[in-house]
């Protein structure tokens, strides 16, 4: 299936994205999705195309949440990128009121939260980045409801739908950051 080359999307998000910060989640939601699709028998391509435009809209729908999504899909139409990227971009936001029910979609919801957490855990650490940080750290902060509690860990358990165990997936989005670290700043 073809798509969107991947340097196109990175320019279409870095002049629509002015937040530093969010570029760099959509970074770590893409590196952690093709870990994902690579583990699962998946198209990376396809499946990295999802997470780094996930947000592209951030900005532009900050006062209407329920919108978040649904305008990065309509862009992402346009551009011609297969349907069910678009849709799992849209259910990756439940106030869009578009359900994740394909494993697609509920890798990108996931992914999109665990990536939150794995930021915050680097965030902590005295020296700021993801070299020290460990599984098992992960873990324990997943537990501590109050460390990152934008973070919506029920999305993020809802890998077990993806047939993955909880400390599998995150070992895959932890590795996957990791792997890009220095492009996320930490």
């Known amino acids: 299936m073809s798509t969107l080359p991947r340097d196109e999307v990175l320019a279409i998000v870095e002049a629509r994205v002015l937040n530093e910060n969010l570029r760099r989640h959509m ?3 893409e590196a952690i999705m093709r870990g994902l699709a690579a583990r699962l028998g998946e198209d990376p391509e396809l499946w990295g195309l999802a997470g780094l435009a996930h947000d592209l809209d951030c900005e532009d729908t900050a ?10 899909a309509e862009t992402l139409r346009e551009l011609g990128v297969p349907e069910e990227v678009a849709h799992a971009v849209m259910a990756h936001n439940p106030a869009t009121g578009v359900v994740a029910v394909s ?3 509920i890798a990108l919801l996931a992914t999109d939260q665990l990536s939150g957490l794995i930021t915050a855990a680097a965030l902590v650490r005295p020296d700021k980045d993801l070299a020290g940080v460990k ?11 109050a ?3 934008g973070v919506d860990r029920d999305a993020i358990v809802r890998c077990g739908e993806l047939g993955l165990e909880l400390d599998e997936f995150m070992g895959i989005g932890l ?4 792997g890009i670290a220095p492009q996320l700043g930490l």
């Open 103 to 105: 494993s697609f979609d």
């Open 63 to 72: 006062d209407d949440f329920s919108q978040q999504g649904v305008v990065a």
């Open 175 to 178: 590795a996957a950051m990791q």
């Open 135 to 145: 599984l098992k750290s992960v873990r324990k902060r997943f537990r501590e409801s």
């Open 147 to 149: 460390f990152a509690r």
């Open 27 to 29: 970074l770590a939601t």
